[in-house]
């Protein structure tokens, strides 16, 4: 069993590192171009447990405002160069300030423009992001509890289309191509339990600024058994793949499995959900 405390301790200080990294990089090279930055996710949340931040699977997710809403990059080659360029400056960067580190963490930077589009986005409070840059835009006033519930409801049954292509998409799969398969289910996995859970939590927003131990321990008490199960594996086998350098084909399969029982679980407690408001309503 893998000493997860100082494991994680070391992971807490490479993603605390990262984040300087870009805090420092960006509004260098971006300018005045640059208005706001905030971090929001599991790799800025208090960590309870081992699944609450698993290295690679896991990533550290920087929000950035571009002044008008701007573009951050256009469709030219020396916009590609500079995005080549800000990667290999954050990334030597982390490198020179961390030479001993356990993982260089997986950046995820996202421009808000492209989240205000989102007709069911909730944004997070002020209280669960932490400021970097600027003065982020947050709304002041949160989506109504059954707005909330409505959008994680109707992002759940959205599954549907990937759940039915899955097969097809892994059957073939060998070697590092998994990664191919378990990269794009990661930001599926990790917002699904919680879409199911503020269904029924009378403030489902708090339920969103949860680690993913709070996530799970509410799973079990709501008795989704099965569905925390696999929730749990998922992170807790990520653990042993990214310890064996990526090269435990198990460990992929494994991996593989359990998010997919995630998310297949969570499409069938959201449909059930809905088939019994549909016939409560029948029998007024």
């Not at 409505?150 to 097809?168: C, Q």
């Not at 600024?209 to 594996?233: D, F, M, P, Q, V």
Request: with cysteine.
């Amino acid at each position: 069993m893998p000493d997860y405390s100082e494991l994680m301790i070391k992971a807490k200080e490479d993603t605390q590192c990262a984040t300087e990294v870009w805090r420092d990089i960006l509004p260098e090279v971006l300018g005045s171009r640059l208005e706001s930055m905030y971090t929001k996710g599991s790799a800025s949340k208090p960590w309870d447990s081992h699944i609450d931040y698993v290295p690679t699977i896991s990533d550290v997710d920087i929000h950035i405002t571009i002044k008008n809403d701007k573009p951050l990059f256009g469709n030219y080659s020396d916009d590609f160069n500079k995005a080549i360029e800000i990667s290999r400056l954050c990334e030597e960067e982390f490198i020179r300030r961390r030479p001993d580190h356990l993982h260089i963490p997986r950046m995820q930077v996202i421009e808000t423009r492209f989240l205000k589009q989102h007709a069911r986005y909730t944004p997070p409070r002020l209280q669960d992001v932490v400021v970097l840059y600027g003065e982020p835009k947050i709304p002041k006033r949160m989506p109504k509890a059954d707005a909330i519930r409505a959008n994680d409801l109707s992002n759940i049954m959205d599954l549907k289309e990937y759940l039915t292509d899955f097969p097809r998409s892994m059957f073939d799969r060998t070697g590092l191509d998994w990664w191919t398969t378990i990269r794009p289910m990661t930001w599926r996995v990790s917002p699904s339990p919680v879409r199911i859970i503020t269904q029924t939590h009378p403030n489902p927003i708090d339920v969103w600024s949860w680690n993913r131990t709070e996530i799970h321990e509410a799973l079990l008490e709501r008795g989704y058994e099965k569905l925390a199960k696999h929730y749990h594996g998922f992170y807790d086998t990520g653990w042993r793949l990214f310890l064996s350098g990526f090269s435990d084909l198990k460990a992929f399969r494994e991996t593989t499995v359990h998010g997919y029982y995630v998310l297949y679980t969570t499409y069938w407690l959201a449909d059930k959900l809905i088939s019994d408001v549909n016939t409560s309503r029948l029998d007024l």
